[in-house]
């Protein structure tokens, strides 16, 4: 298994490498540049500009430049944030992303395997109708919807919880729902179709026969099963969710990474983009690899070797 | 079989079961009575729809959500039907166990064989881990499992389909039942392991002294088990009386069409002046597990080795063997289906190793009807469109007209009303989806038709007419079959000439009467009683016991 995981994240150099090429090219493809303003610069700024970020040589050269640099470590200085290095930049706001995330994974997680199993259990029945209309329009409605009027209702109107910011328990309550809403929809209706599908397979058909009890048969032999489909979705889902929300970010003012995101691409800001790229692209690479071992833990059947 | 006293421990009176579809709803029991004495064998057999295995669903509270159910099932008086579940549990799992037809997924492929048996002796038994634990193992050497502690520890995947019906056994048995429902238990098996479980059965039965219910299509294992039988069609008990009454003197029509049932009849071999049609030496087939460059070395499979045939014009050639023994694989690498090694020569052009493209000219001649006719048939087409798909790329000059009386004429052949060629296969029954599978092959014109289980999903009755079809568009057309498929008595039926196959070789060949009738290898010899003589093999294997 170790060596499993081993071989598998060196297989993802490859892979990383790829990922960092195409995106470095297809950024310098983009018009414009860095220091492209409103107001153009002078000439001669603009060129001591360009020599200090070596933004004056050929492509491949910059290419090259970066990709030693980045084996160093260093993700380079922002051309935007002129004070700041691509490091201190995703070094503050990681930190807020996961944690955001990650709690918004968690309460997911929970409330939609709970919602999706008695949906399961009650199927066809208004228990079942109303998890799946809640699911509907949790996937449904976008969250800068969502995010604006949870604000208003809990943060303005009824004082309850803050509008915005980052800096207390409370405050993380309303970004935290934003987020997970739309994974407790996808998650609830996942858990619901394996869990029917489960709950009429043979092997729960024998636990009934032997007179198990209820939650037994449910919990024991249904749940682990109806979780397989789910553990393969939340790959790609946490790695999404953990590296932050744009949206989410920009409406309740979070410190995150998500807006950088964004705000690096727009603004020609390379490294920036580059190092959230990379960023994104490890998380999808590891949290790949967490599932696949996740699976070989809860399923005998799969094994690395 | 063992003296049985008169007292009834398991009663079932007028249950129906209906089952609400979209359709409509649909009575799969329609008012049966049944008891079970202490101790007795009873064979409730019946074909495919008619309703058997819905009575024990519905008796043990295991019906789809869909069913529902009335009348009256009593287990030593207390009743069963409408009973809390709690009560339920106490009876079900501890007094009367069941078995099922699919071991694989009978069993929790997530957890231990340990776990699996271990969990109703804890809840009905109210054992200790450690002492639950010791009662498995001990059920484990019960039902001859070999190596029973390392066992304990396998998953069910682990384990041969053999192996996890002797789990489901144990299981059965922890709580020493009254009552064991077995449902076809055996129908997934091999035949020699169907023996052997069937062996262990009566065994168990013997030393234990609980009944067993046995459901089955199977009237072999009837006569060869039972000491009772109930006879069902169509939701309701036909016949019921001592199974040597109803093998010698069945009363009703139904009973004695399914005794009639049975294939019968031989083929006399084709002389050596026919011609031959294919000729393969020393086919190989292996299949590589793939390594990867990440996931280690690979390994190799040999599915068919050095197995070779001669297939003479209007001569069908039997190939049996049990699950794994690659005569599937061997039919479809003589069509060039799958890549092999060897050497196949179709009417003096050899075709081996030909591509897609290369035997396109030749897949008309040489077609191929499969076992499963639900999965074989795509639903989004129709009957007509299905048979004539084949004409429109190897005669694509024919006319839309001409192409439609082609499909009248095939489906006519293989006794299906013509008019019904513009209805979806889901339209209709199994044994007419097979048909169709043949017409589609017919309608070619073929010379070879490699015919892989043609008949096994199939009840008896409905065999036998695919088998009195198939001979007779034989006879019509001077067709050559290579008849591929696990029932002895299917091939000991149609085909002239057998081959045994065992872990891809050869174990025997022959004319089907001396291979039959005079097996030589020890292999084929068990094979044959175990297909044929049941009953003496059990009977054997009871003598051996004592």
Not at chain 2, 170 to 189: F, G, Q, S
Not at chain 2, 331 to 360: C, H, K, N, W
Not at chain 2, 500 to 526: A, L
Request: glycine residues 8%; charged residues 20%.
């Amino acid at each position: 298994m170790l060596g499993y995981a081993v071989r598998r994240l060196l297989g993802a150099i490859p892979t990383l490498f790829l990922i960092i090429t195409f995106a470095f090219f297809l950024m310098r493809v983009a018009p414009g540049g860095p220091f492209d303003r409103e107001r153009t610069l002078e000439a001669k700024v603009l060129e001591n500009l360009n020599r200090v970020f070596h933004l004056d040589k050929p492509v491949w050269e910059q290419y090259l430049y970066y990709l030693g640099n980045l084996a160093r470590g260093d993700l380079g200085p922002s051309f935007i944030y002129r004070d700041f290095s691509v490091q201190q930049l995703l070094g503050n706001g990681l930190p807020v992303s996961i944690q955001l995330g990650g709690m918004a994974l968690l309460v997911a997680l929970l409330i939609g395997s709970v919602l999706g199993t008695i949906a399961a259990l009650r199927q066809n029945s208004w228990v079942d109708y109303s998890v799946i209309a809640v699911a509907t329009f949790g996937i449904t409605v976008p969250n800068f919807v969502v995010a604006p009027l949870l604000s208003l209702v809990f943060g303005v109107w009824l004082s309850l919880l803050p509008a915005g910011g980052w800096n207390s328990p409370e405050s993380m309550v309303l970004p935290v729902i934003t987020l997970a809403l739309p994974q407790v929809a996808i998650i609830a209706r996942l858990i619901r179709g394996s869990m029917i599908e489960a709950l009429r397979s043979d092997h729960v058909r024998t636990a009934r026969a032997y007179g198990l009890p209820q939650r037994m048969i449910v919990i024991v032999h249904a749940l682990r099963a109806a979780c397989l489909p789910v553990i393969s979705y939340l790959g790609p889902a946490a790695a999404a969710l953990l590296t932050g929300s744009v949206v989410v970010e920009t409406i309740f003012g979070l410190p995150g990474i998500g807006r950088y995101f964004v705000q690096g691409a727009l603004n020609r800001d390379y490294t920036l983009v580059m190092g959230t790229v990379i960023i994104i692209a490890v998380f999808v690479v590891v949290f790949n690899l967490i599932v696949d071992l996740l699976y070989a833990a809860l399923d005998p059947r799969v094994r690395y070797d | 079989m063992m003296k049985q006293n008169e007292e009834r421990i398991f009663d079932i009176r007028d249950i129906r079961v209906t089952f609400d579809t979209p359709d409509g709803a649909v009575e799969a029991v329609r008012g049966v009575d049944m008891h079970v004495n202490a101790g007795e064998t009873v064979a409730v057999v019946g074909e495919s729809g008619s309703g058997k295995s819905q009575i024990m669903m519905a008796a043990m509270g295991l019906l789809a959500t869909n069913g529902s159910v009335s009348g009256s099932v009593t287990y030593r008086g207390q009743e069963l039907i409408g009973l809390p579940r709690a009560k339920l549990n106490r009876i079900r799992g501890a007094k009367v166990t069941m078995i099922f037809q699919e071991p694989m997924t009978s069993l929790d492929p997530l957890y231990t064989i340990e776990r699996q048996i271990c969990e109703p002796i804890r809840v009905h038994g109210g054992l200790s881990a450690s002492a639950a634990r010791k009662r498995a193992l001990e059920l484990l050497k019960l039902v001859h499992i070999p190596d029973p502690e390392r066992r304990l520890k396998s998953y069910p995947h682990e384990l041969s389909g053999g192996q996890r019906q002797r789990v489901m056994i144990a299981m059965a048995l922890a709580n020493d039942p009254d009552l064991l429902i077995a449902d076809e238990p055996t129908t997934a098996l091999d035949v020699t392991i169907q023996a052997e479980i069937l062996g262990l059965l009566a065994e168990l039965q013997k030393k234990l002294g609980m009944a067993i219910l046995f459901i089955t299509h199977d009237l072999g294992i009837v006569e060869a088990f039972a000491d009772r039988v109930y006879v069902m069609q169509k939701g309701l008990v036909v016949e019921t009386g001592a199974t040597e009454d109803i093998f010698q003197r069945p009363q009703k029509d139904y009973t004695k069409m399914l005794l009639a049932a049975e294939p019968e009849g031989h083929k006399p071999p084709v002389g050596n002046d026919q011609p031959v049609l294919l000729d393969a030496r020393d086919m190989c087939v292996t299949f590589t597990i793939k390594g990867g460059f990440l996931s280690g070395p690979g390994y190799e499979l040999k599915a068919v080795q050095n197995v070779g045939l001669t297939l003479r014009a209007g001569q069908t050639i039997g190939i049996v063997g049990e699950s794994g023994s690659g005569k599937s694989t061997l039919g479809r690498a003589l069509l060039q289906l799958l890549p092999s090694e060897g050497r196949v020569v179709y009417q003096g052009t050899p075709i081996q190793g030909f591509d897609r493209a290369a035997m396109r000219p030749y897949r008309r001649n040489l077609q191929m009807v499969f076992q499963d006719p639900y999965g074989s048939l795509s639903p989004r087409m129709t009957v007509g469109e299905i048979i004539t798909e084949g004409l429109l790329v190897h005669e694509p000059g024919l006319s839309a007209r001409e192409r439609d009386r082609r499909a009248i004429q095939a489906l006519e052949e293989v006794g299906l009303d013509p008019s019904m060629r513009n209805r979806f296969p889901h339209e209709f029954s199994g044994g007419q989806r097979q048909r169709i599978a043949i017409a589609r092959a017919v309608i070619l014109k073929p010379t070879v038709i490699v015919l892989d289980e043609p008949t096994s999903a199939l009840d008896r009755s409905v065999q036998k007419q695919i088998i009195t079809l198939l001979r007779r568009i034989q006879e019509s057309h001077n067709l050559s079959f290579i008849f591929i498929s696990h029932d002895l008595a299917v091939v000991k039926a149609l085909s002239d000439y057998a081959i045994v196959m065992r872990s891809g070789t050869v174990v025997e060949e022959g004319p089907t009467s001396e291979v039959f009738d005079n097996p030589q290898s020890d292999y084929t010899k068990d094979l044959m009683e175990a297909a044929f003589n049941l009953r003496e093999v059990l009977n054997r294997q009871a003598a051996a016991r004592v």
